[in-house]
């Protein structure tokens, strides 16, 4: 561990009275509370005049390289920034209290003062920051440069690391302005760390990260060769050379990676979607044979780990898994469009006769019809011009799950509580209120048409909703209309005497006729099931009846949902739109699929509740792919008492809870504190874990069920952000290796 630091820990410098052609030096005994002080006091004149050295220990009085043995002192002349995109070196350097900021959060004492060239009026920053270190040659003092740039960089401050920082007996002049009216511009900010600049760390740091960009240099050279794919490698030749810069960068930002920054030489780094650490480990460059390629030093959790990948190698790995060969089969592959194009003209040229070019050109388009042909069966519809700013927007309705003219399924296992969803999004859109959490443009005419209950029950279940959610008749406004299919069934197709399905055309037409006379803007049928009598797993006839409610959209302009049931699954199986039950021409007909998935034990845990089976997620699910939990929309059942004594379940929206809600930054201080004050594991088996140390200091009851949850995404997002460390060190008793947390990047007051 580092020494303790304080204003009174001596620093020996060397001072020169006269300016910078003067070599003669005066060692001189400081404290850092002297030099603080010293820096905080500018004196008026030119800008050449006195100034010192990173150090006092001299071989002789001269000011050279050669004459310095060690240094005291790290100094990062703020004079330009890079911008990130293009790896330009742009003048002036970025506000120094954003640099201060973070050198203050990283526990890091220092003083930052302005210089002679700091024009407050200008919008260029000109500082200099200096750090005590004891630093004992050149190589160390690059080493904690590159490693203090790359930490500043990782936290966003683009400070350019000029030349001059790393110059062994490098002259810097002490504060001096222009002139006296220069004296209110200069600032100056200072901070004291508890401990010293950590030189040892910082130099172990920069050599792993040389070591990892040597890698990086080495493969530069090189180029994949595809002599190993025995087919396409002209193929493969010509995808690369057509496939640049930004189709890379564009594939890499689509698979999540993020992009850091830009080097001059031509160098983009990004970072990978699943990297815990923040570096920008994955390098996009140019290689050998003018193929813009990348190579990764994340971990195994990154595709790209460990090896040099060009555009093809890229494509392969996202869109074949990796096998090379397998791409390169695809990119053989002809294209079938000039070839069914061909076809198609051969067609004309051998069976339309009256449309054979005459003379040189072709007839004029005529509506006289073919001889022998039925014009009634298919008629072509000329595009005529139209303006796109003309076209009316999408029809949203409910949220983005119910829009005018299509139809939208809602997929669900029994019991999860959808029948009482349905009922809540059907009150949130007659009476205009976003009671669902969701947005509803306007007060809308809704038929809710339950197949399965009672109208008993749904009375229940409607007036329970209601109170839950303080909503009164009045805010109804006369726009919900519901139906029981114990007394009025529905079923629009059914199974011939043949075994074909056949529509129910006058159920649908008269379903059509009532929405028009009602003016009903959404018609929500639960479950689907019931609204027909043909099979399910014929894929046919489910298309049959998806379109048919497809229709019944468009000729209503109104919004359809139906509710269908999902395939019996294990309880830890995640459902999606494929669950449901039955052919897929249903929800492939669907413009929406939304999915509910009731909440798993583990996710209690996570969420701090005890009953998971009272709640449910929500998502759209065309794609199959589930958000995170915390971005999925929630809902809670709630045990609501009727005046009539029933006991009736309501769904209301859930928040999902933030770890941390009323967490500080003065409560991550003080569990930094604690931490830097012992050994504490990462694992939470361990009786010295972290999260133990998280729940005693911020006044957790640890043995209620959520707590650990709660500590672990708390030291999770700590570590995230580089508040808390893990580092790997043997256990003494056990002689094993066990990761352990410790203290990061102190913490900014007022940042978490």
Not at 432 to 446: F, H, T, W
Not at 627 to 639: A, I, N, Q
Not at 660 to 673: E, I, K, M, N, Y
């Amino acid at each position: 561990m580092a020494d303790i630091i304080t204003l009174e820990s001596p620093l020996l410098l060397s001072f020169s009275a006269s300016g910078k052609t003067a070599t003669d030096l005066t060692p001189k005994s400081y404290t850092i509370g002297q030099l603080f002080d010293r820096l905080a006091k500018p004196t008026v004149g030119p800008k050449d005049g006195s100034y010192y050295l990173r150090g006092g220990d001299l071989i002789e009085p001269k000011r050279s390289d050669a004459n310095l043995r060690t240094a005291e002192l790290i100094i990062l002349d703020g004079d330009s920034r890079i911008d990130r995109e293009t790896g330009e070196i742009i003048p002036g350097a970025p506000p120094m209290d954003f640099v201060c900021d973070v050198l203050s959060s990283l526990g890091i004492t220092y003083c930052a003062h302005t210089t002679w060239s700091f024009d407050p009026d200008a919008p260029l920053w000109k500082y200099r920051v200096i750090i005590p270190a004891k630093v004992p040659d050149q190589a160390t003092l690059v080493a904690c440069l590159d490693d203090l740039f790359e930490v500043l960089h990782k936290r966003g401050v683009w400070l350019n690391n000029v030349n001059e920082n790393a110059k062994w007996a490098q002259l810097w002049f002490l504060p001096r302005v222009p002139h006296p009216a220069a004296l209110d511009a200069f600032k100056v900010r200072s901070n004291m760390g508890s401990w010293a600049y950590d030189v040892d760390r910082s130099v172990a740091r920069a050599a792993a990260r040389a070591g990892r960009e040597a890698e990086v240099v080495r493969v530069i050279a090189a180029q994949l060769p595809h002599n190993k794919v025995e087919q396409g490698t002209s193929i493969i030749e010509t995808f690369n050379k057509s496939h640049g810069l930004d189709w890379v960068r564009s594939t890499l930002e689509a698979k999540g990676y993020k992009f850091a920054f830009h080097r001059g030489d031509q160098i983009y780094r990004y970072i990978a979607p699943a990297s815990e650490s923040g570096d920008a480990g994955v390098v996009v460059f140019k290689g050998a044979l003018g193929d813009w390629c990348c190579y990764s030093h994340h971990g195994a959790h990154d595709p790209l780990h460990g090896r040099l990948t060009d555009p093809f190698d890229l494509m392969a790995t996202f869109e074949h898994g990796g096998d090379r060969k397998a791409a390169a089969r695809a990119l053989a592959q002809p294209d079938p469009l000039p070839a069914i194009l061909q076809m198609a003209r051969k067609f004309n040229s051998d069976n339309i006769v009256a449309m054979k070019p005459v003379s040189g050109s072709a007839k004029p388009v005529s509506d006289e019809p073919i001889a022998g042909a039925d014009e009634s069966l298919v008629r072509a519809t000329l595009l005529e011009p139209f303006d796109p700013a003309t076209l009316p927007p999408r029809r949203w309705i409910y949220g983005r799950h119910l829009i005018r003219q299509f139809v939208s399924v809602t997929v669900a296992p029994g019991g999860v509580g959808k029948s009482s969803l349905l009922i809540g999004d059907a009150l949130a859109m007659a009476s205009g209120k976003p009671i669902m959490g969701q947005m509803v443009p306007a007060p809308l005419r809704v038929w809710l048409w339950n197949l399965e209950d009672p109208l008993e029950e749904l009375k229940r279940r409607l007036a329970a909703a209601m109170q839950h959610h303080g909503l009164v008749w009045s805010d109804l406004g006369g726009r919900l209309y519901l139906d029981s299919g114990r007394d009025q069934g529905l079923c629009t197709a059914i199974t011939g005497r043949s075994g074909t399905p056949e529509l129910v055309a006058p159920v649908v037409d008269a379903v059509v006729a009532e929405m028009q006379r009602r003016q009903i803007d959404a018609l929500l049928a639960d479950p689907f099931v019931s609204t027909h009598q043909v099979s399910e797993n014929d894929n046919n006839a489910m298309d049959m009846v998806a379109k048919s409610w497809g229709h019944v959209a468009q000729r209503t302009n109104a919004a359809i949902e139906l509710v269908h049931h999902s395939r019996k699954q294990p309880d830890k199986v995640e459902m999606n739109a494929e669950s449901a039950r039955g052919g897929s021409a249903l929800t492939s007909a669907a413009r929406v699929v939304r999915v509910l998935n009731r909440m798993t034990a583990l996710e209690a845990e996570k969420a701090g509740v005890e009953n998971n089976r009272l709640f449910f997620r929500v998502y759209p699910d065309k794609q199959n792919l589930a958000p995170p939990l915390e971005h999925s929309t929630w809902y809670k059942l709630h045990d609501v008492a009727l005046e009539n004594g029933d006991q009736v379940g309501v769904v209301a929206p859930f928040q999902w809870p933030d770890a941390f809600d009323g967490v500080s930054t003065s409560d991550l201080r003080r569990v930094q504190a604690a931490i830097d004050t012992g050994t504490y594991r990462a694992d939470p088996r361990a009786d010295m874990w972290a999260g133990n140390v998280v729940m005693r200091v911020l006044g957790i009851d640890s043995t209620a069920p959520a707590s650990k949850a709660k500590a672990r995404l708390l030291l999770t997002g700590w570590i995230k952000s580089g508040a808390l460390v893990q580092e790997a060190e043997t256990d003494p008793r056990t002689r094993k290796t066990v990761t352990v947390i410790r203290v990061g990047d102190w913490a900014i007051e007022g940042v978490i």
